[in-house]
């Protein structure tokens, strides 16, 4: 049995100019849990900062979840998430996250934002690039995470431009 649990949320730190700075956090740990014992699997941290308040870490909703798309027996956990900072328009990083065992693979890339009034193009950013696991990965890994990439990219502009 896998448990897996994600925290997120953000450290305040007091800065030289009475303002606040923040850092984004998120933590992904793995628990397997065999018959007589539970051991941690594997452990994930990320964090994005310093920024100004309007700083986030989310796990993607809905992108949690297990398969054995490659029928080996080994398990791959599998989620979503976005790290922001939000003191300028852009578009933020973005992780797909997958882990077979203690190997980690990963598409690394920034999420797709719609202008609310662009000048030249409507987006900015939505493109990945796959590690080193990724592009040595079956076919079936590669397809799963294009997939998880592609519906969860999308986001509004939160400024005008």
């Known amino acids: 049995t896998h448990t897996v649990i ?20 998120l933590h992904a740990y793995s ?8 051991s941690l699997e594997w452990e994930m941290n990320d964090e994005a900062g310093p920024c100004g308040p309007d700083v986030d870490a989310k796990l ?18 599998w989620f979503v998430y976005r790290l922001s900072c939000h003191d300028a328009l852009e ?5 797909v996250i997958m882990h077979e065992g203690v190997k980690k693979y990963a598409l690394r890339g920034t ?11 409507p987006y900015l950013g939505g493109d990945y690039t796959a ?30 431009v």
Request: hydrophobic letters at 30%; glycine letters at 4%; aromatic letters at 8%.
């Open 91 to 95: 578009a933020n990083p973005m992780k």
């Open 6 to 25: 994600t925290t997120s949320g953000f450290v305040t730190t007091p800065a030289d100019d009475n303002e606040n700075v923040y850092t984004a956090l």
């Open 60 to 77: 993607r909703p809905g992108s949690l979840n297990v398969t054995d798309l490659d029928h080996n027996g080994i398990d791959e956990v």
């Open 131 to 160: 590690d080193e696991n990724f592009k040595a990965a079956p076919q079936s890994f590669r397809d799963y995470a294009n997939e998880l990439w592609m519906k969860n990219r999308d986001e509004i502009g939160r400024a005008h």
């Open 111 to 121: 999420t797709h934002l719609k202008l609310k009034h662009p000048k030249t193009s």
């Open 31 to 38: 628990y397997l849990q065999n018959a007589n014992s539970t």
